[in-house]
């Protein structure tokens, strides 16, 4: 664990009302600096490298940044040709590199700063057709193998696989509803979740609302479930929002009730945190939970993010009060979205407490002390 105060591109924040200490980054390369989104590890395993949005307002476009966080070895560095679409970048295995999406194709982008054309779609499958996009968030299976992709190529959403090895790619299916937000599980190779999601035809702009959030399906097509058949959104449920825990349990919050957990292999669920709630994510053993309330609401009342330790039951504020940004949230997806780092160390969020939008580095020790 390094120490922040020590290193030159940071600046140390206590919250007035909670009194934790927070580190913003004040080494700002582009105008806008944002946090990996939560389903999608920021950090290298060893912690040393923080990768990250860039963004030029009032362009809508981001590219990728990173930056070492050992204060012996301080840099930061921005990548102008790693515009991406969507939400999809996903840190490499190894740290130092990170995929990310532009139409057809896949990109492996190295912290020298060499990119790697490394997958394509099949050009006969995509056709003449507008390519939308062809991931949500970039996730690899827990043996390596693949990659998972979902997008929309015309008016048809699909999922597919880049097999790592020999960089083909494969179809695995396509839906004429909405499936986005994919995710390979972290301990089952071939176990997926998928999101059926409300979207627009490009089309003919019908409209189409979905009944079922989570999704669970295999690469071999022998399954295609929702994950619990139970909650019927916007009837008996809210949930959203969800992930994969590090041991390899589903988690998801539920606008009104707050953060669940599962055991995908017995179905046993667990309602761990019982308070209105956004985003979640969790510490590697889910004793730690983290979370923003509500940046869907920041036009009423300041943002909040969240620590909470489900053992002591205890909730403390990270940031108490968070102003609302000052560009429009939609074009950037300006949530603070928080998550643990790899060896839980850290929570990373985005912020606005000192009146921009900045990273936000918490270290965990002062949460549990």
Not at 30 to 47: H, I, K, R, W
Not at 187 to 214: A, K
Not at 233 to 257: P, Q, R, T
Request: charged letters at 20%; glycine letters at 4%; aromatic letters at 14%.
């Amino acid at each position: 664990m390094y120490d922040l105060d020590k290193h030159p591109y940071f600046e140390r924040y206590t919250d007035p009302a909670s009194g934790v200490e927070s580190f913003i980054l004040t080494e700002k390369i582009t105008p806008l600096v944002q946090s990996m989104y939560f389903t999608n590890q920021a950090m290298s395993s060893d912690e040393r490298l923080l990768w990250f949005y860039c963004g030029f307002p009032p362009s809508p476009y981001k590219s990728l940044g990173v930056l070492s966080l050992d204060p012996d070895n301080p840099f930061i560095k921005n990548f102008p040709a790693s515009v991406f679409a969507d939400a999809s970048p996903a840190v490499a295995p190894e740290g130092d590199a990170v995929y990310y999406a532009i139409k057809t194709k896949l990109y492996k982008l190295y912290l020298t700063g060499k990119i790697e054309e490394f997958a394509e779609l099949d050009p006969d499958y995509v056709g003449n057709r507008r390519v939308e996009k062809i991931s949500t968030h970039l996730t690899m299976s827990c043996d390596g193998k693949y990659l998972l992709l979902d997008g929309l190529i015309g008016n048809k959403w699909f999922v597919a696989t880049i097999d790592t090895a020999t960089k083909k790619t494969n179809i695995i299916h396509e839906f004429r509803q909405c499936y986005n937000h994919s995710q390979f599980s972290p301990v089952v190779p071939n176990l997926f979740l998928i999101d059926q999601d409300n979207h627009i035809d490009p089309i003919t702009g019908e409209q189409y609302i979905f009944d079922h959030r989570m999704w669970l399906m295999n690469l071999e097509q022998t399954m295609f479930a929702p994950a619990v058949p139970r909650n019927w959104f916007e009837h008996n449920s809210v949930n959203a929002h969800d992930f994969w825990s590090a041991d390899g349990y589903l988690c998801w919050i539920d606008y009104k009730l707050g953060a669940f957990e599962m055991n995908v292999s017995t179905g046993e669920i667990n309602h761990v945190w019982k308070t209105p709630l956004c985003h979640t994510h969790t510490s590697s053993n889910r004793k730690y939970w983290c979370a923003d309330e509500s940046p869907y609401k920041w036009h009423e009342k300041p943002c909040k993010v969240i620590f909470y330790n489900r053992e002591t039951e205890k909730e403390t504020d990270i940031f108490s009060s968070l102003p609302q940004p000052y560009i429009p949230m939609a074009d950037y997806h300006l949530h603070p979205h928080p998550q643990f780092s790899p060896k839980d160390n850290y929570i990373t969020s985005t912020t606005t407490v000192k009146g921009d939008i900045d990273i936000a580095i918490t270290p965990v020790d002062q949460l549990i002390n």
